[in-house]
């Protein structure tokens, strides 16, 4: 694959890793200007600041890839385990970022838990699926 192409494809990782960075940090402020303590509120908080930094590792990651890529001139082998690890900590952040959407309805009443919880759930099955099914497509080209 040519250098132009792997650019723009870990730009649009690290463009989509910093959007939801920043809606899940933006979740936590909201969250930490809501005075109700609790477990749930609590659990929600960790679970949207890990997901944050998850996806700020990735951002990272993938910019810095970028730039070492872009300055060499050529994908370099050494750091194409970082983007496939990056990578998977973003679906891993993306997966904790649902599960807090799911989970923050549960702090507004029962009916909007489950609505929030159910929406959640398959958005979650819809990303993994397609995920698995990319990955396929890999594994058969091979």
Excluded: H
């Excluded at 809501?34 to 990735?58: A, H």
């Excluded at 507004?108 to 929406?119: C, L």
């Excluded at 979650?124 to 990319?134: H, R, T």
């Amino acid at each position: 694959m040519g250098v132009e192409n792997v650019l723009q494809e870990y730009n649009q990782v690290a463009t989509l890793a910093g959007i939801l960075a920043g809606f899940a940090f933006s979740a936590v402020i909201q969250l930490l200007s809501v005075d109700r303590p609790g477990r749930l509120m609590t659990i929600v908080l960790i679970i949207f600041s890990t997901s944050s930094l998850m996806f700020l590792f990735t951002l990272f990651a993938f910019v810095l890839n970028a730039s070492a890529i872009a300055e060499i001139g050529k994908e370099v082998e050494e750091l194409a385990g970082w983007s496939a690890f990056a990578f998977v900590i973003a679906l891993l952040g993306l997966n904790l970022f649902l599960l807090g959407v799911g989970l923050t309805g549960w702090l507004r009443s029962r009916v909007t838990g489950i609505i929030t919880t159910i929406a959640a759930l398959i958005t979650f099955c819809l990303v993994n699926w397609l995920f698995i099914a990319i990955i396929g497509v890999f594994i058969n080209q091979t």
